[in-house]
């Protein structure tokens, strides 16, 4: 034959593109050889991997290619064995000068630039060499590395037609440039220039690829390829997908906030899924924020992602009738193209033919409005590019595999920027003030924002604080959000209406719950049930939107849900119905305060025959945590119980707080609780406890931010109706109040005189443990006026007392006052300059507060004066922790001065 020809292992023709080089077969080996002479093998790093005058031929395999598609070249010998182009290169990538060579058909050689270097050879037959040696060396290592796409085991023919994205990615690749350079150079997002390459936007406008022919400076036939291209990509969109059919809705102009979610949406688009399993977004919510308009919104800004489609359905989940998913999977049948005849009949034979059309195409399916998981799942697709988008008010907690969404009210800067979008050029008389106020009412509501915004816009007379102030009116409130067919109140009532009996009963009597927060043992009580029934009750209201669950175990109405549920409530039960509830939720929840403020009192502690009806409590954490939760619904009683005089229960309730209030120092609730207490006590013409109340009273006024010249008032009025009626103990109490006022006012002669009578007063009647505050409250005086010797040793004997079991004392006052001692100790070995002993008196103080929780003024000071004596003994890092805690109390007791000091200590630079 007078040719020997040496075999090609792995060998495959491809093109060469931006994306992996269509990825040829792996192992390229390429030799040319002619007659007796010396066979040269070019590895995959272009070297010589062995030499022979004979080569066994190897298997070889090849795919066949009728013509070159248009740009690309064939590099091949000039009278090689075979009369097809092996590999083929695009002219733009490969070729910068043509220059005719003898023996090589591409009809030029050039520098690659991918890899071909100018001046590189091969040897061939007859000495002919080709300048493309070193490039097809580091093409085959490419192609080692990447392997076949198609196929592993040989390669097919390759008989499709390069597409538009193909295209685009070699000419972007042959100008060498990025996906990010490229759409800095062109004006295209790298996004959309990702989403043409990848094939998911095959059509794009005529202004865009025009745009990126001029940044590829494309010329020529070249140019009319890419115009070409996007042009029949555009027609084919055209003509093989439907419209009018489930068309998605347009968005609003004035769309605002939801940038997070948005780019949830975004990276859903994305994402990877498990084989089978196709990628779902769930989004759920209550009425009113926008769901809907947020899942269309989001659509449109993925839409060039979906060129096969982006469809719409309404479920109908709200109605009498919601859509069957038979109907449903109908719809999306003929808008994915099949014809009627073609749809079959049975909802699993749709959904079947529907999973498998959504598995080659990228569509998205927006399922709006669904009812159930009954009705969304035949309509879910089942792995592939399909996604789908869900809205719902109910939490379809038996899908499995979707990813959720919670959408909640927008925040009230986002909520006055929609509300000015809505107004337009309106706004700006209307006052900022003005609209922020209003959008606060609105509780950050899309759907109450906008029907405000149509009732101002409708009424160039009105003003937006005339609205806000008929907002301001609760009775009144909800009537005023409607604006032409729009209505809240419609919103509410359709998710009100899914429910059953039991569960429409529970939500409108949770209207009368004081607070905002509850527990599901309060639920029981409104609704007259177990507390197994109220959470039923309380999951199918969370479920459809109602209500507002948390992992502290409590509910939260959203305001305005809160006043459809009042509504309803006095459209649906008589008058006297909702007396005897009111009364009744009241009682309990002062009985429950009570029982609860009882575990911290003395004599008191565990209850011994606690009333059936009441919540269990097993220790006093969880007597606090009760306290603390439910602060809001128990004051709420208070109010209203003092409002229908039942003030026996008020003065109990205001009685049992006395203990536990030291525990919250910086509630804010303590000065109306014991003003309550006072005006009950009053009422009851009981004066002991009336002076007792003041004293609570003083003892407020008493903590900082502390008003003396208070202090001393209430203990004036204390003293005087404790000796009209006889009350030893309050009038002690009320010496030992009036000395702190005095303490704090510098009159530290007259502060140690106060304590020493109350102290004499408390030792005669028994009461330890007060006679043990009143000591502390001396060495307080002394510490204050500068003789720490002094303060010490009383602060020493007083640790001694509380540490001995034989003293006598309550151990729940020990347990609180034994850290405090540890913390005044601290200090005054800090003011004797006995710096380590001090670090660790605090240390130890602070420790056993955090225990406890007790959060006040005096962890504060203790974490502030540590970090002071860590600086001092270099330990620099500590400090900066002790001041940056010091902050964070201070910042929460509400002294922004001393949290900024703190702040700026653990901050600074060393």
């Known amino acids: 034959m007078g040719w020997i020809y040496e075999a090609f292992l792995g060998l495959a023709v491809c093109l060469i593109t931006h994306r992996h080089v269509q990825r040829l077969c792996q192992g390229l080996e390429v030799a040319w050889t002619t007659p007796g002479r010396r066979t040269e093998f070019l590895s995959s790093t272009g ?56 023996g090589c058909r591409s009809g030029g050689t050039g520098c690659g630039r991918t890899g071909f270097r100018r001046g ?231 959904g079947s033919l529907y999973r498998s059309l959504l598995r080659d195409r990228r569509v998205l399916v927006v399922l709006d409005n669904a009812a159930s998981e009954e009705q969304v799942r035949p309509l879910l697709p089942g792995g592939g590019a399909g996604r789908a988008l869900i809205t719902t008010r109910r939490l379809l907690s038996g899908l499995e595999g979707v990813r959720r969404l919670v959408l909640g009210p927008l925040p009230l800067p ?23 106020r209003l959008a606060e009412l609105c509780g950050g509501l899309p759907l109450a924002l906008r029907i405000i915004g149509n009732r101002l816009v409708s009424r160039p007379g009105w003003s937006a604080a005339e609205l806000a102030a008929r907002l301001a009116d609760e009775e009144r409130r909800l009537d005023q959000f409607k604006a032409g067919d729009l209505k809240i109140a419609n919103a509410f009532g359709m998710s009100y209406e899914q429910l059953t009996d039991s569960a429409r009963r529970m939500f409108r009597r949770l209207a009368v719950v004081p607070g905002q927060d509850f527990d599901e043992a309060l639920a029981a009580v409104v609704g007259g049930v177990s507390v197994e029934d109220a959470w039923e009750a309380l999951d199918d209201l ?176 204390a003293l005087e109706l404790a000796t009209r009626g006889g009350a030893t103990a309050q009038i002690a109490w009320s010496h030992e109040y009036a000395a702190s006022a005095q303490r704090l006012l510098g009159r530290f002669g007259e502060a140690v005189t106060a304590s020493s009578r109350a102290a004499e007063m408390f030792k005669t009647m028994g009461d330890i443990d007060a006679h043990v505050q009143c000591l502390a409250h001396i060495a307080n005086c002394l510490l204050d006026e500068g003789r720490y010797t002094e303060a010490l040793e009383q602060y020493r004997g007083l640790l001694a007392l509380l540490e001995d079991p034989e003293s006598g004392m309550t151990p729940s006052v020990v347990t609180v006052s034994r850290p405090l001692a540890l913390i005044r100790i601290g200090h005054c070995l800090e003011r004797l300059g006995r710096r380590a002993e001090a670090i660790t008196m605090l240390s130890e103080g602070i420790d056993v507060i955090d225990t406890l929780q007790m959060s006040d003024y005096r962890q504060a000071g203790a974490l502030e004066t540590l970090a002071a004596l860590l600086v001092g003994e270099g330990r620099t890092n500590e400090s900066r922790r002790a001041y940056a805690r010091a902050a964070q109390v201070f910042e929460a007791i509400g002294d922004p001065v001393a949290s900024s000091r703190c702040h700026a200590l653990a901050t600074a630079a060393p």
């Open 542 to 717: 969370v479920d459809l939107g109602l209500l507002y669950d948390s992992a502290t175990g409590y509910y939260r109405f959203h305001d305005l849900v809160r006043l459809f549920a009042r509504d309803r409530l006095h459209k649906e039960e008589a008058a006297t119905g909702r007396e005897a509830l009111t009364a009744r939720v009241t009682s309990w929840l002062l009985r429950m305060a009570t029982l609860s403020g009882r575990w911290f009192e003395p004599g008191y502690g565990r209850p011994d025959r606690p009333d059936p009806d009441l919540a269990v409590l097993t220790s006093a954490q969880e007597a606090e945590g009760w306290l603390r939760g439910n602060v809001d619904n128990w004051l709420g009683a208070m109010r209203a119980a003092a409002g229908s005089g039942r003030h026996s229960l008020v003065l109990d309730c205001a009685e049992s707080m006395h203990w536990f209030s030291d525990l919250w120092a910086h509630g804010p609730h303590w000065r109306e609780v014991f003003t309550l207490g006072a005006e009950a006590a009053a009422a009851l013409g009981d004066l002991a406890q009336q002076a007792s109340q003041l004293n609570y009273l003083a003892w407020v006024h008493s903590v900082p931010p502390s008003d003396p010249e208070a202090v001393l008032r209430y203990t004036a009025q």
């Open 47 to 102: 070297g010589r991997t062995r030499s022979g005058v004979t080569a066994r031929p190897q298997p070889f395999m090849f795919a066949q290619l009728s013509a070159p598609p248009p740009g690309y070249l064939p590099v091949c010998p000039a009278d090689g064995p075979f009369r097809c182009p092996l590999v083929l290169v695009h002219r733009r990538t490969f070729i910068a000068r043509r220059r005719a060579v003898p």
């Open 120 to 350: 590189s050879s091969v040897r061939v037959s007859g000495g002919r060499t080709c300048a493309v040696k070193d490039g097809l060396s580091r093409l085959a290592a490419r192609l080692r590395r990447v392997g076949c796409p198609r196929r592993r085991r040989g390669c097919g023919a390759i008989t499709g037609r390069l597409g538009f994205g193909e295209v685009l990615r070699a000419h972007r690749r042959a100008a060498r440039l990025t996906l990010e350079r490229l759409a800095e150079v062109s004006g295209v997002s790298a996004r959309t220039l990702s989403d043409m390459e990848r094939g998911r936007s095959k059509g794009p406008q005529h202004r865009t690829v025009t745009a990126l022919a001029d940044a590829l400076a494309l010329e020529g036939d070249v140019r009319k390829q890419l115009m070409e291209l996007a042009r029949e990509g555009r027609l084919r969109d055209h003509w093989t997908r439907p419209t009018g059919l489930c068309e998605l809705p347009r968005s609003v102009d004035d769309f605002t906030g939801h940038a997070t979610e948005l780019v949830w949406v975004s990276e859903l688009v994305y994402a990877e899924s498990s084989p089978g399993v196709g990628v779902v977004g769930l989004i759920t919510g209550s009425a009113g924020l926008g769901k809907t308009t947020f899942a269309v919104r989001a659509a449109h800004s993925v839409r060039p992602s979906f060129p096969d489609g982006v469809f719409f359905v309404d479920l109908l989940g709200m109605s009498q009738r919601p859509l069957a998913a038979a109907e449903a999977l109908q719809l999306l049948l003929r808008a994915l193209g099949v014809a009627d005849q073609q749809i079959p009949g049975g909802t699993q034979e749709r």
């Open 414 to 436: 986002e909520s006055t920027q929609l509300l000015t979008g809505i107004l337009g050029e309106r706004s700006a008389s209307d006052g900022e003030s003005a609209l922020a």
